[in-house]
């Protein structure tokens, strides 16, 4: 025979896509339309169902940027199409070349309920599934004329971000309003023909792709071109048998959840995300009603709770769905935020508001963290997730890896402390599935676990403005549920794949069975630790003051039974946890998106220092007493952690400075000698203990280094390596002053560079390690980065960066590919570069970022003839200056403080990096106030709060900083009756008695890096 498969693939897809999709919709009478543009921001749906609208004509050009416009379509269905599905169909101009971050509308009747959204590639609207004949039909369309700001011109420069720049000029033009007949046999044939055509493409040519082509070609020898509803059924019979030949016996098992991956903030502002989430939603919930399996699931607490207060006509639906058991809350988060740069306190404030919230609105908790989009993953994760109470993890971003391919797609994520969690990876390598054959195909081939595992999770649906799952998935996945040669297809929670990956990872438990140790670390995207520092400094500080807050807080209560401000802290944390979204805390969102996350963390600071003030002074009583408050969790000044004591002189003597005859410094106190050059630079750090000297020999220290950086793609999310290749060292200073201030050595230096201008002042304080650096730059680059080098007389084999609850370690070297694309790296307060018996941090107030490269020297010089001196060099990364999707990001004034702390272990680099964004409050009042938690033996608090539940409990969280055993005690300064351990959201936790002794305590025993939460009941 004389085969010709390209001949036949070539003719289904003309006529699938030119004939039997258009004929889906095919007779159709245009609807009477009028409009009303809004001048300014949106407004709530009562006001917009009332508005006094004009007549409109399709194909008028409508819709600025950010504007939003309310449609009245209006008409009445023909008397012949009695018996007939009717639905409406709009197109507001949408580019189906792309799913999603367009124009939208939500479609509203005229009594307020809603009855889905319109999207580019979902643009019906059911009206009546059989016609009698002459309904009157009125539809109220709320639709917002976003610009695509990530279009087919990707990553340009674009003044679109922010309503405060962008063009007025209409950007869309409608093209079609219409009431049509839904010619449901014709959209079958549709789904038929394109899953067996998308499914023979992804098959070997053998019998089984050989029989599905035939029935193809036979399907549309009868079909009839000018009469495709009449013969579309006799069509579908000649397909019957292809698709009813059922799957292999071992195919790969697909769990499908319905999806849409509506990112908190990002292309557009926090206003227009809560529109969309209830766009979406509203079609969800309608296509549940329309289909008996399918199941929806979507994270985010803040994404409920904004349906909620803002459209809650559609609230009640998604209630409704929730109780039904198929509409899915997942993730038990606040909003899907980063996990590298979120504090330990945060991160877990994040599990717990979100499962308050699906506890109080539906009665239920998630069992799982649902990730599938942040940029990289710390390694303190696996223990949080297990103590907040889940069972299981999932993610799909590592599969944007630039260089390694990671190797697990089932498999047991282990972190630093040891704890393990179940991990699913998506094979199909995508959060956005259509359910294509090409995409199920994907996923039996790329999944790693085949020899054990059946399956694989499909999170489908279009997000982003993309409307979610449509009925075009559901109706392929009612054909792949048992099709040959097609992975088989099901709707299910993950809860339940999660379970039965459990069983299947169980049953073949072998020493080979697949972990993963430490960080999955992204290799993309790292500039997100540096871009938009001023939202990375507002988070830093926030997250600080608000454990601050409560700490006081819980002492007033305790101590003079003052209120405890539950709804202000939760309000307040509740804003912390929104702006640590996946797009908002990397720096990656829009200028609109920073500019309002500016403005929140300065109203949040001030929310939170009012909280202080407020319970500082109710604690310290009235009168004149020079008093300091010590928000660290160390003792500092002289006084105890989380105490206030009377103010006291500094106990160390006054560091010196002396000037140099080459016009540099020596600034000394007991601790530590540093000499700076003429032009500000270290040149050396010597710790008057052991004698050694921080700085690397012949090199200088607390250098400014100016690279270009303009990476390939995704300007505020990427480095790409090249940017080391050139590099300016901001050696020259404009001017050096030197003076001794109440004790404190200071030498100020001012630096002009390029477009910018920058003054560090540098400070050793009397009894300090830390030579400190306050940095103002007024940035004014263009596709730059700014780091502060440290060249250090260190071997260090790895270097130990802060993570959540402790540290990690990463290896100096680039041995191998996996090393070497870790060439900008995470920190939260500190890191370390130690050898035995000498160490080196860096600590810094809000820095996320930074490298490490080493050193090696064979001169024959140093350190004598014959011997290697190996040094290691650590940078900070200060800022940069990506010009999308913010234009204007991180220009004008920027601050910084970082330290160099010399001769430190990781204990006292943790205790360096505690206090050193945590300073003494000055303040006056009666007397001083005891602590009212305080610990021993090695156990480091972090949180000291009344607990959740409002019950007046106290909750202590304390953790294991070192990576080694603790045995210590925790004892609380106040009548107190019981105690237990709970899981880290609180909960009662088997096995959690706890003794309590007379006097307040509890001994704990912590392993390394535990994170442990009490509870103490009040007396
Ligand atoms: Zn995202």
Same mark, same amino acid.
């Given at each position: 025979m004389h085969d010709d498969i390209t001949l036949t693939t070539g003719r289904v897809q003309r006529v699938l896509t030119e004939r039997i999709w258009p004929a889906v919709h095919g007779t159709s009478v245009p609807l009477g339309v009028e409009w009303h543009v809004l001048p300014g921001e949106p407004v709530p749906p009562q006001e917009g169902l009332a508005l006094?609208?004009?007549?409109?004509?399709?194909?008028?050009?409508?819709?600025?940027?950010?504007?939003?416009?309310?449609?009245?379509?209006?008409?009445?269905?023909p008397a012949e199409w009695a018996g007939r599905a009717v639905e409406a169909v709009v197109d507001l101009g949408f580019d189906a070349s792309m799913p999603g971050f367009q124009a939208e509308a939500l479609v509203y009747r005229p009594d307020g309920t809603t009855v889905k959204s319109i999207n580019p590639r979902n643009q019906y609207i059911p009206v009546v599934d059989a016609a009698v004949g002459g309904e009157q039909v009125e539809l109220l369309l709320e639709a917002a004329s976003n610009p695509v700001l990530l279009g087919?011109?990707?990553?340009?420069?674009?003044?679109?971000?922010?309503?405060?720049? /962008?063009?007025?000029?209409? $950007?869309?033009?409608?093209?079609?309003?219409?009431?049509?007949?839904?010619?449901?046999?014709?959209?079958?044939?549709?789904?038929?023909?394109?899953?067996l055509l998308e499914l023979q493409a992804e098959l070997p040519t053998g019998r089984r792709r050989m029989r599905i082509l035939q029935a193809l070609d036979d399907a549309l020898d009868v079909l009839d071109l000018q009469r495709i509803p009449e013969t579309a059924a006799a069509a579908r019979t000649a397909l019957v048998d292809v698709l009813a030949s059922p799957a292999e016996a071992s195919a790969h098992e697909i769990s499908a959840v319905g999806h849409a991956h509506i990112d908190s903030a990002?292309?557009?502002?926090?206003?227009?995300?809560?529109?969309?989430?209830?766009?979406?939603?509203?079609?969800?919930?309608?296509?549940?009603?329309?289909?008996?399996?399918?199941?929806?699931?979507?994270?985010?607490?803040?994404?409920?709770?904004?349906?909620?207060?803002?459209?809650?006509?559609? &609230?009640?639906?998604?209630?409704?769905?929730?109780?039904?058991?198929?509409?899915?809350?997942?993730?038990?988060? &606040?909003v899907e935020s980063d996990t590298v740069m979120p504090s330990g306190e945060a991160l877990a404030r994040q599990f717990s508001q979100g499962q308050r919230f699906f506890e109080r609105e539906f009665g239920l908790r998630s069992h799982g963290v649902w990730l599938p989009d942040s940029f990289g993953y710390s390694p303190a994760l696996p223990q949080l997730v297990r103590r907040a109470g889940f069972d299981w993890f999932f993610t799909q971003k590592i599969s944007w890896n630039q260089v390694n391919k990671f190797p697990h797609h089932t498999f047991w994520w282990e972190g630093i402390d040891g704890s393990r969690v179940l991990t699913h990876f998506p094979p199909m390598d995508t959060y956005n599935s259509q359910l294509?054959?090409?995409?199920?195909?994907?996923?039996?081939?790329?999944?790693?676990?085949?020899?054990?595992?059946?399956?694989?999770?499909?999170?489908?649906?279009?997000?982003?403005?993309?409307? %979610?799952?449509?009925?075009e998935m559901t109706g392929k996945a009612e054909r792949l549920a048992d099709l040959e040669?097609? =992975?088989?297809?099901?709707?299910?929670?993950?809860?339940?794949?999660?379970?039965?990956?459990?069983?299947?990872?169980? =049953?073949?438990?072998?020493?080979?069975?697949?972990?993963?140790?430490g960080e999955l670390y992204l290799e993309l995207h790292r500039a997100t630790l540096t871009s938009q520092h001023k939202t990375k400094q507002g988070n830093r500080r926030n997250e600080q003051l608000l454990v601050e807050a409560e700490v006081w807080a819980a002492t007033a209560s305790a101590r003079t039974g003052a209120d405890y401000p539950y709804d202000e802290l939760d309000a307040l944390w509740q804003q912390v946890l929104l702006l640590q979204f996946h797009d908002i805390l990397p720096g990656t969102s829009v200028a609109w998106v920073h500019r309002e996350a500016m403005e929140q963390h300065a109203a949040i600071t001030a929310g939170a220092q009012e909280i202080i003030e407020r319970s500082l002074r109710t604690l310290v009583g009235e009168g004149d007493t020079a008093l300091r408050a010590n928000p660290a969790v160390f003792a500092q000044a002289g006084v105890p952690a989380l105490g206030v004591a009377p103010a006291s002189g500094p106990a160390a003597a006054a560091s010196t400075l002396t000037e140099l005859p080459d016009g540099g410094y020596v600034l000394a106190n007991d601790l530590v000698r540093v000499t700076l050059d003429g032009a500000g630079h270290v040149t050396s750090a010597i710790d008057l203990a052991t004698g050694r000297d921080a700085v690397a020999p012949g090199r200088e220290a607390n250098v400014l280094q100016l690279h270009q950086d303009f990476p390939n793609k995704w300007d505020a999310w990427d480095v790409d390596r090249f940017y080391r290749n050139s590099v300016t060292d901001l050696r020259a200073a404009e001017k050096v002053t030197a003076t001794v201030d109440e004790g404190v050595a200071v030498v100020t230096v001012r630096r002009t560079f390029s477009s910018s201008t920058l003054e560090q002042v540098i400070?050793?304080?009397?009894?300090?390690? +830390?030579?400190?650096?306050?940095?103002?730059?007024?940035?004014?680059?263009?596709?730059?980065?700014?780091?502060?080098?440290?060249?250090?007389?260190?071997?260090?084999?790895?270097?130990?960066?802060?993570?959540?609850? %402790?540290?990690?370690? *990463?290896?100096?070297?680039?041995?191998?590919?996996?090393?070497?694309?870790?060439?900008? +790296?995470?920190?939260?307060?500190?890191?370390?570069?130690?050898?035995?018996?000498?160490?080196?941090?860096?600590?810094?107030?809000?820095?996320?970022?930074? @490298?490490?490269?080493?050193?090696? /020297?064979?001169?024959?010089?140093?350190?004598?003839?014959?011997?290697?001196?190996?040094?290691?060099?650590?940078?900070?990364? $200060?800022?940069?200056?990506?010009?999308?999707?913010?234009p204007e990001?991180?220009?004008? #004034?920027?601050?910084?403080?970082?330290?160099?702390?010399?001769?430190?272990?990781?204990?006292?680099?943790?205790?360096?990096?505690?206090?050193?964004?945590?300073?003494?409050?000055?303040?006056?009042?009666?007397?001083?106030?005891?602590?009212?938690? /305080?610990?021993?033996?090695?156990?480091?608090?972090? =949180?000291?709060?009344?607990?959740?539940?409002? /019950?007046? @409990?106290?909750?202590?969280?304390?953790?294991?900083?070192?990576?080694?055993?603790?045995?210590?005690?925790?004892?609380?300064?106040?009548?107190?009756?019981? =105690?237990? +351990?709970?899981?880290?959201?609180?909960?009662? #936790?088997?096995?959690?008695?706890?003794?309590?002794?007379?006097?307040?305590?509890?001994?704990?025993?912590?392993?390394?890096?535990?994170?442990?939460?009490?509870?103490?009941? *009040?007396?």
């Open positions: 006094a609208m004009e007549p409109y004509e399709v194909g008028t050009p409508w819709g600025r940027a950010w504007g939003t416009t309310w449609f009245r379509l209006t008409g009445s269905v087919h011109d990707m990553f340009r420069q674009t003044q679109e971000g922010d309503t405060r720049t /962008s063009s007025p000029r209409p $950007l869309y033009t409608t093209r079609r309003m219409d009431l049509v007949i839904f010619e449901a046999e014709v959209h079958g044939l549709a789904l038929d023909v394109e899953v990002w292309l557009w502002p926090v206003r227009e995300t809560i529109r969309k989430v209830a766009r979406t939603t509203s079609s969800m919930a309608d296509l549940i009603d329309r289909t008996d399996d399918f199941v929806y699931g979507m994270s985010s607490a803040q994404q409920y709770a904004w349906v909620k207060e803002h459209r809650p006509e559609v &609230w009640a639906r998604v209630k409704e769905a929730v109780a039904s058991g198929r509409f899915l809350p997942l993730g038990g988060m &606040w294509s054959g090409e995409e199920v195909a994907r996923a039996t081939r790329q999944f790693n676990e085949s020899r054990h595992a059946t399956g694989s999770i499909a999170p489908v649906g279009y997000g982003d403005g993309g409307g %979610g799952t449509t009925r040669g097609s =992975a088989k297809v099901r709707w299910e929670h993950p809860d339940a794949f999660f379970e039965r990956a459990r069983e299947e990872l169980a =049953a073949h438990a072998t020493s080979d069975s697949a972990v993963w140790v400070t050793l304080a009397p009894g300090s390690r +830390t030579l400190e650096v306050a940095l103002e730059t007024d940035w004014h680059e263009a596709e730059k980065f700014l780091k502060v080098a440290f060249p250090l007389d260190v071997r260090a084999e790895h270097m130990a960066a802060e993570t959540q609850f %402790g540290f990690h370690k *990463r290896v100096t070297h680039t041995n191998t590919s996996w090393e070497a694309a870790k060439f900008e +790296t995470s920190m939260h307060r500190w890191v370390l570069a130690e050898e035995p018996g000498f160490g080196v941090g860096l600590v810094n107030d809000s820095v996320y970022g930074y @490298d490490v490269t080493r050193e090696v /020297s064979d001169d024959g010089v140093a350190p004598a003839p014959g011997v290697p001196e190996v040094t290691t060099t650590v940078r900070l990364s $200060l800022l940069r200056a990506p010009r999308f999707p913010d990001t991180d220009q004008g #004034i920027q601050t910084h403080r970082y330290g160099l702390v010399v001769g430190v272990d990781t204990a006292a680099a943790t205790e360096a990096g505690a206090t050193f964004g945590a300073r003494p409050r000055e303040l006056r009042g009666g007397a001083g106030v005891e602590p009212l938690v /305080s610990v021993s033996g090695g156990v480091t608090l972090s =949180a000291v709060k009344l607990a959740d539940d409002r /019950s007046g @409990d106290l909750v202590v969280r304390v953790y294991e900083a070192l990576g080694r055993r603790a045995s210590g005690t925790v004892t609380v300064a106040a009548p107190v009756s019981g =105690a237990r +351990t709970v899981s880290l959201i609180e909960d009662d #936790i088997e096995g959690g008695a706890a003794d309590l002794t007379s006097d307040g305590a509890v001994a704990v025993e912590l392993s390394p890096f535990e994170v442990r939460t009490l509870r103490f009941t *009040r007396a």
